[in-house]
């Protein structure tokens, strides 16, 4: 499960089978409250904004393919490691056990997103090119 302090908005996770995208976050006395779009399997438009339940999130594991199919290309020097082009070599995820980027575990999609925006990197990552996560 994801907990709601790891996030920030824009990042992906799942609710229930279906993608969501954060768009808001706020607190009150139970807890971080959670809004996000609902993309629901094997569709593109979104539903509407709707209240995600914080307990109820499971974080997207981050992969070799999803990297590839978000503009990571493997290096040519480091067989594990994987570089965007908009970020430069310095900026490389490294896929062992768990993926790393500068000292950083990123095992979720989530948590990627995180440490880009606290490097000030405008790399997006589309979740909508996977119907079947």
């Not at 629901?40 to 539903?47: C, G, Q």
């Not at 990297?67 to 965007?84: F, I, Q, R, S, T």
Request: glycine share 6%; hydrophobic share 40%; with cysteine.
């Amino acid at each position: 499960m994801v907990n709601s302090k790891e996030l920030m908005i824009g990042d992906w996770v799942k609710s229930k089978k279906d993608l969501a995208k954060v768009t808001a976050l706020y607190k009150e006395n139970d807890g971080i409250h959670v809004e996000g779009n609902v993309f629901a399997e094997n569709e593109t438009s979104v539903d509407d904004e709707v209240s995600l339940i914080p307990n109820g999130l499971e974080p997207i594991p981050l992969t070799a393919v999803l990297l590839e199919k978000n503009g990571w290309l493997k290096d040519e020097c480091e067989p594990n490691a994987y570089v965007h082009p908009k970020l430069g070599t310095g900026n490389k995820i490294f896929i062992k056990d768990v993926p790393v980027i500068h000292d950083f575990e990123v095992p979720y999609v989530h948590l990627l997103q995180n440490v880009l925006t606290l490097l000030d990197e405008n790399i997006t990552i589309d979740m909508l090119i996977f119907h079947n996560l």
